[in-house]
DNA sequence: TAGTGGTCTAGACCACTCC
DNA sequence: GAGTGGTCTAGACCACTAC
């Protein structure tokens, strides 16, 4: 799990922009001098570059050179997959987790069933998680974790982070997801957990993969509507499908 | 506007794999493989690989191989910038799309300055078209394109792909957008277009740029909420913001 | 014309999987 | 040990911007 170059570059050069030593508007010091400032040669640094450019750190333009973009004022995409502890972390909310439910079951709950009528049976553990931020519940976490890969959850982790378990504790690669987020009408347990007028709420599924691309969680959130928000930043597609 | 050969190999993989010549759970030939039969650099086929694996087309496992991912199965991410035009050819869906108004205007309208108040006055084209699916309103766009760059807007281009126009005619470069979902009470005149029984909608608020990081269209899309499916394919964020 | 980013190459070494 | 993908290099040529 050793960091690449251009990894370190690109971590770099975030926190630099993050710290606003490189302001939004102004360009970064041209290729060929990053080049000579880290060391390395210039396919690493472009590496580097790029993976900034994708998450709408920079521009590049030709010709001219890498413009650094401004996140506030288009509101800060935080996509790929994020953990709420992450999130937290990231925009210093007040926030806690309040475990509701944590077992294990030798198949997945009914109301999983009916939105991934996919799945077959196996084995998991069932984790129902409260979000509360300055005291009003904002979303409801359902997670569905198969064993295997994952046998065991300790109510801490599921307290803090279930995804720094994984990764860290269980030493497994939490790699990609697919995320479908609709409007939907939900039962009264949850509208009450959520403390909702209506009983319509939104809906993210989401499939999360491991590098391997073993299916290793299914989640179900729900979303308070008057509070939901999801940002995304996209670039066009060069490929057809 | 040539096209990179890692470019041309990475549509004519996609391809393959739409086409099942390179089916779900099967790997690719090997980089080594790949780079004979195109005739080409192995850094060249890494890049064109790399492409599909943001996009959630392939998935590499070091030792082993690229694996093809199972789009349909999760539903197929259409993510990135695309119109809706481009979404109904893809899709092969039976839709029709009806201009309510086009015109020039010397400022954005009122209900663009609430949600986008960072703006400053500028003259532009105001468009608002109704996205008809199977006879049924699923979606009200509202588009303001500014004056420069786009200073004419005719209403063949409004009808059929207004993106379609901006890159083909006035050969300007579509490059990134920032997207924002929430969900928000609407106004009447809204509401009876879509049809909804509910003063609720689903709204995608979106900042597009191009390639030189002119903000050229401001869009909200109201969308019904019952209609409403957003798909996301997302990747573990290597660097930490 | 000088400087910028965009693309491509041929080769090297490494870490990992599979047998 | 043979084959896979992951990273990095040094150099080349091109297209574009700015002056």
Redesign the interface.
Known sequence: MTESKS?II??DI?AKI?HQQFKAGELLPSESQLTTLYGTSR?TVRKALN??T???LI?K?RGKGS?V?NLE??????????SFA?LNK?LNMHAETKVITLKKMVDLPEFFKEKFP?QKRQPGIYVERLRVVNNEPVVLDCDYLFSPPIDELPKEAAEKSIYDYIENKLKLD??????????EKIDDKFKKLLQLD?S?A?LVAS?N?L???TLFQLTLSFHN??K??????????????
Chains 1, 2 share one sequence.
């Open positions: 990894d690109a971590q975030a993050q396919e993976q900034l994708a998450l709408g521009q333009i413009i973009l004022k288009y509101s800060f995409p935080i996509s790929g997959i994020t992450e990231s996919e939490i790699s990609y997801a697919t995320k479908v987020i609709t409007v209506d319509l939104v499939h993969f590098n391997d691309t509507p008057s939901f928000k999801f940002v995304d930043f996209a670039r066009r597609q060069k490929i057809k499908l």
